[in-house]
T-cell receptor, first 115, second 111 residues
Framework: ETGVTQSPTHLIKTRGQQVTLRCSSQ?????VSWYQQALGQGPQFIFQ???????GRGNFPPRFSGLQFPNYSSELNVNALELDDSALYLC??????????????FGPGTRLTVL | QKEVEQNSGPLSVPEGAIASLNCTYS??????FFWYRQYSGKSPELIMS????GDKEDGRFTAQLNKASQYVSLLIRDSQPSDSATYLC???????????FGQGTRLTINP
């Protein structure tokens, strides 16, 4: 157990709808990254939040957006859902470390199915 | 060319043997390297990180890094059926936020 929690566990939506996924970071971690993992593929970086600001973004359209709150928890919002958005959405928390790369620890994920 | 490449497998290894998982990467600016284990239907779990050339051992796991050859590997000694999972290699540039993952290697340990 990493201490990173995500909700909901599973979600079924229809094309065109909007969805909000939630993540609580591990205690002491102030950075949250979101990844999308399609079946049979490695996770793809969506974006990262640090101190409530977006701190890097992958190759995802603007309909993917996010928030980070003062308690470091985070939301991922996806508008105008498409069938290809069906995937496992992973939240990873980390904390900057002096002299090294912060390791990222994943939550259990949210399985999104778009019909 | 993919940024991080792994053989998708499946890799089948008898119980008690050494499992060897390999990963190559294209970005010479990569500074940090990670191995994650992912059981079917679960999220990735960090098992090893390595930042310097050479070997790093943790229990039955050994990570090996060769930056000149842009190659990182994971050895699992005394393989157990519980090691059956997909192993994801991830790399990170210095100062970058994102982890770049390979597609993973599916490992099966046969009793």
């Amino acid at each position: 157990e990493t201490g990173v929690t995500q909700s909901p566990t599973h979600l079924i939506k229809t094309r065109g709808q909007q969805v909000t996924l939630r993540c609580s970071s591990q205690s002491g971690h102030n950075t949250v990254s979101w990844y999308q993992q399609a079946l049979g593929q490695g996770p793809q970086f969506i974006f990262q939040y640090y101190r409530e600001e977006e701190n890097g973004r992958g190759n995802f359209p603007p309909r993917f957006s996010g928030l980070q709150f003062p308690n470091y928890s985070s939301e991922l919002n996806v508008n105008a859902l498409e069938l290809d958005d069906s995937a496992l959405y992973l939240c990873a928390s980390s904390s900057p470390t002096e002299g090294g790369a912060p390791e990222q620890f994943f939550g259990p994920g949210t399985r999104l199915t778009v019909l | 060319q993919k940024e991080v490449e792994q053989n998708s497998g499946p890799l089948s290894v008898p119980e008690g043997a050494i499992a060897s998982l390999n990963c190559t990467y294209s970005d010479r600016g990569s500074q940090s390297f990670f191995w994650y284990r992912q059981y079917s239907g679960k999220s990735p779990e960090l098992i090893m990180s390595i930042y310097s050339n050479g070997d790093k051992e943790d229990g039955r796991f050994t990570a090996q890094l060769n930056k000149a050859s842009q190659y990182v590997s994971l050895l699992i000694r005394d393989s157990q059926p519980s090691d059956s999972a997909t192993y994801l290699c991830a790399v990170k540039r210095q100062g970058a936020q994102k982890l770049v993952f390979g597609q993973g290697t599916r490992l099966t340990i046969n009793p």
